[in-house]
């Protein structure tokens, strides 16, 4: 059974970083079948999917065009983890943050518990 | 405004039988599998069903999901109080190369 365990801080100045990160446990951020992903909710833009990493004998990323340029999503093997950074933040990123694991056609399987993330100053 | 398009409510009565739509395009729904999340209110969305019409472990066969062409249904029969929720459907676009949602139907069972 993966649990999907998120950490990262609820408050974010305009113009600054927002990262968060997510454990993973009961499956590995290396393995060759998932994704791990970022997705995001706010009672004005819904649910929106930001972006993914995943391992198939190497590395990728994919990200959704409405963030591209601004985001980062990183695996770290040391820690079974994986991470995201998103740049240059607005009150319009404003939003409950979840990590969540997907298998192809499957779709999101395991969340995380969700992180509510305030962009304000 | 979602990419996926949903009725944004719905209701019913214990022992009834509901539908709720998920409308799409090509690029999504046309092309890819469609899956189904249910929220229960300050919760994390959950698992309901995959590659249109499959129900992972645990989830009562009182709901059902089915797709055909660019929309897909999920349907909930012998309703419960407990299945007042919001739910979304979910699936791949080949053109935004990227997962896109719908954008939630709030059920009530009155």
């Known amino acids: 059974q993966v649990q999907l365990q998120q950490s990262g801080p609820g408050l974010v100045k305009p113009s600054q970083t927002l990262s968060l990160t997510c454990a993973i446990s009961g499956d590995s951020v290396s393995s060759n079948i998932p994704a791990w992903n970022w997705i995001r909710q706010s009672p004005s833009r819904g649910l929106e999917w930001l972006g993914r990493?995943?391992?198939?004998?190497?590395?990728?990323?994919d990200y959704a065009v409405s963030v591209k340029g601004r985001i980062t999503i990183k695996p770290d093997t040391s820690k079974n983890q994986f991470s995201l950074q998103l740049n240059s933040v607005t009150p319009e990123d404003t939003a409950v943050y979840y990590c969540?694991?997907?298998?192809?056609?499957?779709?999101?399987?395991?969340w995380g518990q969700g992180t509510l993330v305030t962009v304000s100053s | 405004q979602s990419v996926l398009t949903q009725p944004p409510s719905a209701s019913g009565t214990p022992g009834q039988r509901v539908t709720i739509s998920c409308s799409g395009s090509s690029s999504n729904i046309g092309t890819n599998t469609v899956n189904w999340y249910q929220q229960l209110p300050g919760t994390a969305p959950k698992f309901l069903i995959y590659?249109?019409?499959q129900r992972p472990s645990g989830v009562p066969d009182r709901f059902s999901g089915s797709k055909s062409g660019t929309s897909a249904s999920l349907a909930i029969s012998g309703l419960q109080p407990e299945d007042e929720a919001d739910y979304f459907c979910a699936a791949w676009d080949v053109s935004l190369n990227g997962a896109v949602f719908g954008g939630g139907t709030k059920l009530t069972v009155l």
């Open positions: 969540a694991r997907s298998y192809g056609g499957n779709g999101f399987d395991s």
């Open positions: 590659r249109n019409s």
């Open positions: 990493t995943y391992y198939r004998s190497e590395w990728y990323n």
